[in-house]
């Protein structure tokens, strides 16, 4: 079945580095934009990132550009999300979504990011 | 493109008629507005897409509507699973989500 499964999560110090993986099946991957979303504790849902399906184009939230890079292997139906100059402020749940019919239609279940020292 | 939800929360009985509300800061596509919605320790799930066109497998009780900078999503009848937290979202060169609407009993 269609599936995203997010790892990397973990507990970091602020100013560390992180990278998060999403590995995707049940579809072609090459096919659609991919996307990061996060979600900090009890607050709502921030768009972090978008891939497009060749890599041609990427986009990032004000919150994290030039500290985060997004990118795929298409070969390897994977997704990933470098996160460097980590604050507390990036603690979150993040997702991995797909995106189609300009929405996010199919969702990873989610890996936590904690940064705290 | 900022999105605002109402009301925060919505207290309503199971078969009662829930109606939440997202208006756009400036006009927006009607192809490019979602609905979402997500239960405790659950990933979000797409209910609506484009306005008003039902993602798969979502019960026709969930109906959207809008246009401009204002749009709707009507649960008809509450079941009891459909109480949740529910988004609206923007997709456009910079996705933007709504603060959600929390629909309890």
């Known amino acids: 079945q269609v599936q995203l499964v997010e790892s990397g999560g973990g507990l970091v110090k602020p100013g560390g580095s992180l990278r998060l993986s999403c590995a995707a099946s049940?579809?072609?991957?090459?096919?659609?934009?991919m996307s990061w979303i996060r979600q900090a504790p009890g607050k709502g849902l921030e768009w972090v990132s978008y891939?497009?399906?060749?890599?041609?184009?990427?986009n990032y939230a004000d919150s994290v550009r030039g500290r985060f890079t997004i990118s795929r292997d298409n070969a390897k139906n994977s997704l990933f999300l470098q996160m460097n100059s980590l604050r507390a402020e990036d603690t979150a749940v993040y997702y991995c979504a797909r995106g189609d019919m300009n929405a996010f239609d199919i969702w990873g279940q989610g890996t936590m990011v904690t940064v705290s020292s | 493109i900022v999105l605002t939800q109402s009301p925060g929360t919505l207290s309503l009985s199971p078969g009662e008629r829930a109606t939440l509300s997202c208006r756009a800061s400036?006009?927006?596509?009607?192809?490019?507005l979602a609905w979402y919605q997500q239960k405790p320790g659950q990933a979000p799930r797409l209910l609506i897409y484009?306005?008003?066109s039902r993602a798969t497998g979502i019960p026709d009780r969930f109906s959207g509507s809008g246009s401009g900078t204002d749009f709707t999503v009507t649960i008809s009848r509450l079941e009891p699973e459909d109480f949740a937290v529910y988004y609206c979202?923007?997709?456009?060169?910079?996705?933007?989500f709504g603060g959600g609407t929390k629909v309890e009993i």
């Open positions: 979202q923007h997709y456009g060169s910079s996705p933007t």
């Open positions: 484009g306005t008003s």
């Open positions: 891939i497009s399906s060749l890599s041609t184009y990427t």
């Open positions: 049940g579809f072609t991957f090459s096919d659609y934009y």
């Open positions: 400036q006009s927006v596509s009607s192809s490019y």
